[in-house]
């Protein structure tokens, strides 16, 4: 009796029986955990405010991955922090640092993705990194790829879209991406954190593989589509 494929081998089987066919992946807490990029501002900023408030500081770097959230603010308030100036203080010094290219270094693969990613493109698959990540970010998000072993952007087997422009909403890039990957070839499957963004895969290739990452998400109202998948990591 033959084993039953998972649903992440049925991918890898569909991309050799149809060369060229897509693979969508988005990035943060899709196939890298931001969780130690989140702990590195932290840290530094519990170290700046050290002096002036020790137990903010000491409370702020007790926080750990388990205790992250979505978004920074919660995260600090649920740890403690009520210090209402503190905390947009706090956030501000967050937003400046989150989407900087030396910080992009600190992330970490979500367990078996560069793995699978490799496995994409050996199969003859087309990896497509679909993120909302912007220009400004190529530079730091392409070290990323080759620090932590995944495909790098080529062109052709392996494609790495980004936003334009930073103020540009993720979904409204993201839909306008599907058109885009219409043209550029058969959608086999996609990967994405967030529920709104995997149902908009979902109803554009219905045809493929839908996956929604089980890390974190921004909490966004969306009831997932009942194709979609959800899976912990990519580890076959």
């Given at each position: 009796?033959?084993?039953?494929k998972?649903?992440?081998?049925?991918?890898?089987?569909?991309?050799?029986?149809?060369?060229?066919?897509?693979?969508?992946?988005?990035?943060?807490?899709?196939?890298?955990?931001?969780?130690?990029?989140?702990?590195?501002?932290?840290r530094?900023?519990?170290?700046?405010?050290?002096?002036?408030?020790?137990?903010?500081?000491?409370?702020?770097?007790?926080?750990?991955?388990?205790?992250?959230?979505?978004?920074?603010?919660?995260?600090?308030?649920?740890?403690?922090?009520?210090?209402?100036?503190?905390?947009?203080?706090?956030?501000?010094?967050?937003?400046?640092?989150?989407?900087?290219?030396?910080?992009?270094?600190?992330?970490?693969?979500?367990?078996?993705?560069?793995?699978?990613?490799?496995?994409?493109?050996?199969?003859?698959?087309?990896?497509?990194?679909?993120?909302?990540?912007?220009?400004?970010?190529?530079?730091?998000?392409?070290?990323?790829?080759?620090?932590?072993?995944?495909?790098?952007?080529?062109?052709?087997?392996?494609?790495?879209?980004?936003?334009?422009?930073?103020?540009?909403?993720?979904?409204?890039?993201?839909?306008?991406?599907?058109?885009?990957?219409?043209?550029?070839?058969?959608?086999?499957?996609?990967?994405?954190?967030?529920?709104?963004?995997?149902?908009?895969?979902?109803?554009?290739?219905?045809?493929?593989?839908?996956?929604?990452?089980?890390t974190?998400?921004?909490?966004?109202?969306?009831?997932?589509?009942?194709?979609?998948?959800?899976?912990?990591?990519?580890?076959?």
């Amino acid at each position: 009796m033959s084993a039953v494929k998972t649903p992440l081998a049925a991918v890898l089987d569909d991309v050799a029986a149809a060369p060229g066919a897509l693979v969508v992946f988005d990035l943060d807490d899709t196939l890298f955990s931001t969780n130690d990029r989140h702990l590195r501002i932290l840290r530094e900023y519990a170290d700046l405010v050290a002096a002036r408030a020790p137990e903010a500081a000491e409370l702020l770097r007790k926080i750990d991955r388990e205790r992250l959230r979505y978004q920074i603010v919660q995260t600090v308030q649920e740890a403690g922090l009520c210090d209402a100036a503190m905390v947009k203080d706090l956030r501000d010094f967050w937003f400046a640092r989150f989407f900087q290219n030396q910080y992009l270094l600190e992330d970490t693969p979500v367990p078996g993705a560069p793995e699978y990613c490799a496995q994409v493109a050996a199969r003859g698959g087309i990896v497509v990194y679909v993120t909302g990540r912007d220009e400004r970010m190529r530079e730091g998000t392409q070290s990323s790829f080759t620090q932590r072993g995944f495909p790098a952007p080529d062109e052709k087997s392996v494609r790495l879209l980004l936003k334009p422009r930073f103020d540009t909403p993720d979904i409204a890039f993201k839909t306008e991406v599907l058109s885009r990957l219409k043209e550029m070839g058969r959608v086999a499957a996609s990967f994405e954190n967030e529920p709104l963004h995997i149902n908009l895969f979902r109803e554009a290739f219905p045809q493929g593989r839908h996956f929604l990452l089980e890390t974190k998400h921004s909490g966004r109202p969306a009831l997932l589509h009942p194709d979609v998948l959800r899976i912990p990591d990519f580890r076959l």
